[in-house]
């Protein structure tokens, strides 16, 4: 089951969100995550740190789910 994630205005930017959604320490740490291959937005593998996400969209990487809300 994904958890929900609100966001404050339309978007977010995926790097921004693996740092504040806690799947992420650092924005480093985002950026080696998503050149793994390991990020999946809506079901497809992603890998632009600056990719913009919007309610609706979910986010995987590895057991954890994000809905942006």
Known sequence: ??????IRGEV???????????LADSGVDAKELLLTGDVRVNGEPETRRGRQLRPGDVVELGDETVEIR
Do not use: D, T, W
């Open 12 to 22: 977010i930017r995926l790097g921004q969100l693996l740092k504040a959604a806690g």
């Open 1 to 6: 089951m994904a958890r929900e994630f609100p």
